[in-house]
DNA sequence: AGCACGCCGACT
DNA sequence: GTCGGCGTGCTC
């Protein structure tokens, strides 16, 4: 039920004064403003900053928003409305988050109401599921005569009583439906008279939403919980066998030197046993049956820990060096090779801050999360730890939420959203694969960067920050080459682990040769063979997941592509369909071909579906698993094949980059790469980069405890120089070689790359628009600085042609804040002209 | 973003 | 004559 529901009862007001206030509310909507709302006098001592209120926006919505701050000051030029009602008796939002948020809105030019979405997990911004009830006190199922009697007593209108009578049929109704079911434009206003005489009340659904996970327990009753006792119980269940089989199904989980403690009932009766048994049980007191509260997360029973992990010396000179850096450093790069330990060295990092009494966050990438590392992390740290993820249900993420906040959670490993959580006192954030781009969001605003916007949260905290990687990004690694972070490097294996080799096959020649079986080299194959006969396994990487990415007509070459966009549509054999990737359009896969009638149309190129089909028929006798977003839909699909895989239930494990990140198998000492040469050639300064993180992690994944390992790579351009840098594992010589182009070219992290895209449904208003954009953008900006406009490799997404404009402003040449002003203006002004109204801008700051 | 108001075509 | 198309403008 809501604390505040009504807000009528000035008689026990605590305010004596009857001050005139006003809230600033951030509001769900992508307009850059806050809006003045009037707090009602009862709700004076109650509203502040960081609670949230229920408003009316416009006509007919009703919205939760969460107040920023409250001035006395009357907004000019329009009478504010009412605040309908408050949420919350304690700020859900603290100061820091608030500033936070206006800092990201401000940084990546959007509206505060678009963090405010990215930042609540969806439980807690309840819109409009705000319900309305019958207040208890008014009794329910009334008759005619009695509501006549009340009206004359509550003074009640025809509206007011056609709503009442609505309640009573439904129960409960959001907001919208009341107003449509009464057809009533201004329903708060008929809710709002009726909350005030105590009729209705307002309560959050949320509220009933989100409960504790409850489950029913069963435990030995403590009397017959001894030898003797135990001995007591079967004497009394001799008629049974059923019984017995209870009774002795608990004894072997659950040895009665244990109690009090007690499995799950749902456990318990796992493997077909009785339930009317156990009822009997129960009824005559040898068993107890109760619930118990669980926490979302599967680990709570720990009872040993892994801690005290003991460091090589290597590693506990590097976390000295970590501290040392600290001393005159907020920020520390950690370069550490893969299988140098960094989660060892995070382990002892995090127990120290933790044991000063400070919270500490640790960002992993989207995919990494579900991984081995984060079940090593739960086993050291137990209970104190959060874990934050998008896979998670609301009910967890709100848990964690107020975990954070009412401070029985210190240590929270999550997605780049949860830089977003209430940290009271943050002492460390750990960025683990700080390179990783899944730490920047794309599509809705706020389209931010998780590190970087770690580091000013950190800032705030005055917190210390590690970033970690085996292939720093080349941004980091400059500020720490600059001294502006500390440097700590590890570039040595753990134990006997040494550098996998990296063979490269000539994939020209050996099509030339024509010993392609499928997709696989002759080099390739052999290798495999090997490894499976020595009961190796061999992970293989293709980066496209699917049967094919395209179909081709044999003939004239036509490719089918997307009705809204411009790209190829994607071949998915399992649903015999064409699907577009980028609006999710699907189409039945076409019998002849659209320009000249062939019927020989084919698939071409591969995805991780067509090599996992090649390889049961290439070696039948091997097990193979595939590992793509198709086959991890669900939480368990991903544990599942891990497990298989850690088991040694599977030979061969085919996958997409998901398989490059955090695993550590140990029997794998091969590591196949397909199709690398369309990373490397991607169109873009970042391609290079990409493409040696990406093999580098990879090759990550070979010979981690045998030192044996091997990875090769097909392509068809074994002579790229990127090559022979790879092959040595030489991170040193690629980052000098790529800081001087990037210098060259005035790239990041010389300069900030601001990216404009202007869209609009036909390709010359959109070219129009953005030619006048980047024309208004030069004179200020000079003409080398405005890139552009230009169609994107994807010219059309969703029948939205689009045009892209690149801004790059070298580092502390600009005042950012006031340039950013500048660029939002010029938009604002585009926007003026009639003839752009349906053109939309979308700003991506620092875009990766 | 939603939602309402408003001004033009194809329908009972 | 109305229903409804979506262009335009506003939301405290």
Redesign the pocket.
Known sequence: MSLFSSFSDTSNSISTERKTLFAEVII????K??????IPFELNDFVQSGVRVV???????VLTGVVKSVTQEA?K??????ILELLDEEPLITQTQIWFWSWIASYYMCSIGEVMNAALPSGLKLS?TSRLQLHPDWKNGINQEEIKEKQAEYDLSEDEIRLINLLELENSLTY?QAGEKLDL?DVYQIIKKLTQKRIVIIFEELKEKYSPLKEKQIRIAEKYATQEGIAEAFTKTTRSVKQEELLLTYLSKNPIKNYPKSISKKELLGENLSASSLKTLIKNGIFEEFEKTLSRFEFEEWTETESQISLTSTQENAVNQIFEHFQDKSTVLLHGITGSGKTEMYVSLIEQVLQSGSQVLMLLPEIALTSQIVVRLKRIFGNAVGVYHSRFSDNERVEVWKGVLNGDINFVIGVRSSVFLPFEHLGLIIVDEEHDPSYKQYDPAPRYHARDAALVLAHKHQAKVVLGSATPSVESYFLAKQKQYGLVEVLQRFGEATLPEIQLVDLKKSKKRKELKENFTLELFEQMKTALEQHEQVLLFQNRRGYAPYLSCEVCEWIPECQNCSVSLTYHQRANELRCHYCGFSTKVPQTCSACSSTKIYPKGFGTQKLEEDLQVLLPESRIARMDKDTTRTRTGYEKIIDAFEKHEVDILVGTQMITKGLDFEKVNLVGVFDADRILFFPDFRSSERFMQLIMQVSGRAGRRSGKGKVVIQTNSPSHPLFAIISLHDYQTFYNQEILERQEYSYPPFARLIKLMVRHEEREMAQKAAFILSKKLQPKLGAGRVLGPEAPIIERIRNKFQQAILIKLERNKFDLGKTKEFIQSQIDELYKD?SF??I?VVVDVDFV
Do not use: D, H, N
């Not at 769900?28 to 307009?31: D, F, G, M, N, Q």
């Not at 403003?33 to 009037?38: E, G, I, K, P």
């Not at 408003?55 to 919505?61: Q, T």
């Open positions: 769900p909507v992508p307009l403003t806050t809006f003045t709302y009037r408003i009316p926006f416009g006509r007919k919505r907004p030029g329009y009478s504010a409305k009412y409009s919208e434009q009639k109204k349906k939309q």
